[in-house]
Every structure is written in structure tokens, then in C-alpha cells.
């Protein structure tokens, strides 16, 4: 199992290239269950992270991207 601080990290370097991420996303690539968590634990860090609501059919889930404005971003 990955510990949180690898997770928070590849995922940072996931939506650093540009990509969104969702939370089946992050389960596939990166055994993540808890996006929601490692997202708040980003956003402590200063990392300008939205967040999108995405509804498909009754379902709604969460895409996560950063904003590539890298003056944004933290030190």
C-alpha cells in the first residue's frame, strides 16, 4: 500500500501535466481511494486545485485539474 505522501505526490505530478483526474482515475493509477483527501492535503500545501462537478446520467462525481498558471503555485 502506498503511503499518502507518495500519493499526494504523484497525483500533484498527474495535474501538474495538464490532465484532470477523477476519482476512478486516481483508484486505477494510483490505488488511491480517497482523491477527496489527497486533494485537501494539496490545497493545505497551496496548490491552486479546482474542482468540477461532473453529472453523468443520475450520477455526479468530482474532476480535480490545477491551474497550470505556475505563478500560482507554491514555492
Not at 490532465?19 to 494539496?42: G, Q, S, W, Y
Request: aromatic share 10%; glycine share 4%; proline share 4%.
Amino acid at each position: 500500500m502506498e503511503t499518502t505522501t507518495t500519493q499526494n505526490f504523484k497525483i500533484l505530478e498527474h495535474l501538474k501535466t495538464g490532465k484532470t483526474i477523477t476519482p476512478i482515475d486516481a483508484l486505477m493509477e494510483f490505488h488511491c481511494l480517497r482523491l477527496a483527501a489527497r486533494v485537501f492535503n494539496l490545497r493545505e500545501q497551496g496548490w491552486p486545485i479546482h474542482t468540477d462537478r461532473i453529472t453523468n446520467g443520475e450520477k455526479t462525481y468530482a474532476e480535480y485539474s490545477l491551474n497550470q498558471d505556475k505563478k500560482t503555485w507554491p514555492n
